[in-house]
C-alpha cells in the first residue's frame, strides 16, 4: 500500500515571490509520481507526472517538481506566483503493478495574495 | 469536446432516495475510475473498472453500486441517500498499464437535506 503527505494544509505566498508545496511518500514498491491542481468548483488537471528518467520535471503553468528517491519526496516549485495560481494542489502516486488506483495527498491550498 | 463528462454537475435530494451520476469518456481509456472528496478535500478511490470488469472495490456501503454498460461509460447509482454521502463524486479514466495520468470530470456535488 501506498501513502501520500503533503505537510502543508494551506500555503500563503505574495504575487511573484517563489514557492514551494511539499510532498512525501511511502511504497513498499516503485511508484510513479504526480502533481495535479484542483480550481474551485471544478475538476483536477494534471500539473506534471515522474515516471522515470530525470529526476526535475517540468509541468504547465511554470511549475516543476524534483523526484528524490532517497527522501522518498517529490516537491513541487514554481519561481514566481500569479494570483491565477491560487488552488488546491495535490500529490499523488500509483504503483507499477497491481491496483493501478492514484493514491492522493491530502491537498495543500494555495492562496496568493497581491 | 469534452474528454471525461459527468452528469448531473449538481445534485440536491433528501435522504431516502436513490439517485445516479452518470460519466462517459471519449479518450479511448480501458479504465473508470469513481473518486469521492469529503468536505475537507480528501479525495480517495472508491471503484474502478477495466474493460467492464470491477478491478477495484473500496470498503464503500453496499447501498453504492457502480455499473459499466461498456468502456466508454461508468455510472455510480446509490439507494438510500445518509447526510454522510454528501460530497463531490469525480469520475475519471485511465489506460491501464501504460504510464497514463487519469484524467477526471468536472466532479458532481452531492447535497443530502
Known amino acids: 500500500a501506498q501513502s501520500v503527505t503533503q505537510l502543508d494544509s494551506q500555503v500563503p505566498v505574495f504575487e511573484e515571490a517563489p514557492v514551494e508545496l511539499r510532498c512525501n511518500y511511502s511504497?513498499?514498491?516503485?511508484?510513479?509520481l504526480f502533481w495535479y491542481v484542483q480550481y474551485p468548483n471544478q475538476g483536477l488537471q494534471l500539473l506534471l507526472k515522474?515516471?522515470?528518467?530525470?529526476?526535475l520535471v517540468k509541468g504547465i503553468n511554470g511549475f516543476e517538481a524534483e523526484f528524490n528517491k532517497s527522501q522518498t519526496s517529490f516537491h513541487l516549485r514554481k519561481p514566481s506566483v500569479h494570483i491565477s495560481d491560487t488552488a488546491e494542489y495535490f500529490c499523488?502516486?500509483?504503483?507499477?503493478?497491481?491496483?493501478?488506483?492514484?493514491?492522493f495527498g491530502s491537498g495543500t491550498r494555495l492562496q496568493v495574495q497581491p | 469536446d469534452t474528454a471525461v463528462s459527468q452528469t448531473p454537475k449538481y445534485l440536491v435530494t433528501q435522504m431516502g432516495n436513490d439517485k445516479s451520476i452518470k460519466c462517459e469518456q471519449n479518450?479511448?481509456?480501458?479504465?473508470m475510475y469513481w473518486y469521492k472528496q469529503d468536505s475537507k478535500k480528501f479525495l480517495k478511490i472508491m471503484f474502478s473498472?477495466?474493460?467492464?470488469?470491477?478491478?477495484i472495490n473500496e470498503t464503500v456501503p453496499n447501498r453504492f453500486s457502480p455499473k459499466s454498460p461498456d468502456k466508454a461509460h461508468l455510472n455510480l447509482h446509490i439507494n438510500s441517500l445518509e447526510l454522510g454521502d454528501s460530497a463531490v463524486y469525480f469520475c475519471?479514466?485511465?489506460?491501464?498499464?501504460?504510464?497514463?495520468?487519469?484524467?477526471f470530470g468536472q466532479g458532481t456535488r452531492l447535497t443530502v437535506v
Open positions: 475519471a479514466s485511465s489506460q491501464l498499464h501504460k504510464n497514463t495520468e487519469a484524467f
Open positions: 511504497s513498499s514498491v516503485s511508484v510513479y
Open positions: 515522474y515516471l522515470s528518467g530525470s529526476t
Open positions: 499523488a502516486v500509483i504503483d507499477h503493478t497491481g491496483r493501478r488506483a492514484l493514491t
Open positions: 479518450l479511448g481509456h480501458d479504465t
Open positions: 473498472y477495466n474493460n467492464k470488469e470491477l478491478i
